[in-house]
């Protein structure tokens, strides 16, 4: 009986040695999981504060960036506003430009017309003060007592070619001799060719005065003296101003082709 009795408290004592040893590994590696556990929580608890740190930063710029945007709206929206008063003042400057073109249009207009008009007038002012003179060289240097024929700026019809009309400054007649007068505010070469062509025909303007004698001249206000030079080589008078009248500038050079 006793020996059963040891016999199993030998078999409880074994057991529970076992029991205490395999308990004591199991409080060792539980011991050793605990601290992994507890490292790995405060790594996570680092990891989380840095993310926290981290997330803080993130809202700061977030924030910052909010602001960044609403100054770039505000920004933007002063931007858009500048811009609709520049477009605003481009589009009245552009009706100034307009308008400015518009006057400037209509004054140019009003200044070609006055032009126009003052070149007329210096054109006429020239026949104007020619006419008289060519009476007084008739009568002066011609011996023209009696005038049949003045007039200025007439225009005659081409007998022999009824289509053509052609206008002469002033014309002349007395019983001898058809002064016929060029006058030219402006007197260039081309202008003394083209009166040369004109003499050529002028019976045909004037049959009435069919075998006169006729007397060319050219006038202007002044005269080059290469003009004059021309004139004169055509068998041409040239008149202009020399004092307070026009003056015949060659009258002595060619005056044996109409005086004895």
């Known amino acids: 009986m006793e020996d059963d009795v040891r016999e199993r408290v030998s078999i409880l004592e074994v057991v529970l040695g076992e029991f205490i040893v395999q308990t004591n590994k199991s409080l060792n590696r539980l011991s050793r999981e605990m601290k992994d556990f507890k490292d790995e929580m405060k790594d996570f608890k680092d990891e989380m504060k840095d993310f926290k740190d981290e997330m803080k930063d993130f809202k700061d710029e977030m924030k910052d960036f909010k602001d960044e945007m609403k100054d770039f709206k505000d920004e933007m929206k002063d931007f858009k506003d500048e811009m609709k008063d520049f477009k ?7 009706d100034e430009m307009k308008d400015f073109k518009d ?5 140019r207009k009003s200044l070609n017309k006055k032009w126009g008009e003052l070149a007329n007038r210096l054109g006429t002012l ?3 003060i020619t006419a008289p003179n060519i009476r007084t060289i008739a009568h002066t240097l011609f011996g023209c007592e009696q005038i049949d024929t003045f007039g200025v700026r007439i225009e005659r019809r081409n007998v022999q070619d009824r289509a053509m009309i ?11 001799y058809l002064f016929i007068n060029e006058t030219k505010s402006n007197p260039d070469i081309v202008y003394v060719d083209y ?3 004109k003499l050529t025909r002028i019976f045909d303007f004037f049959p009435e005065h069919q075998g006169k004698t006729v007397v060319p001249i050219f006038s202007s206000l002044s005269l080059p003296e290469r003009t004059v030079a021309y004139l004169t080589e055509k068998n041409i008078l040239a008149m202009a101003m020399g ?17 004895e």
């Open 88 to 94: 605003d003042e481009m589009k009245d400057f552009k």
């Open 243 to 259: 004092g307070e009248t026009m003056d015949l500038l060659n009258f002595d050079i060619l005056k044996s082709q109409w005086i």
């Open 195 to 197: 009166f040369v062509k």
């Open 166 to 176: 052609q206008e002469f400054d002033v014309i002349l007649a007395c019983q001898q």
């Open 103 to 107: 006057e400037m249009a209509t004054d």
């Open 126 to 128: 020239a026949e104007d």
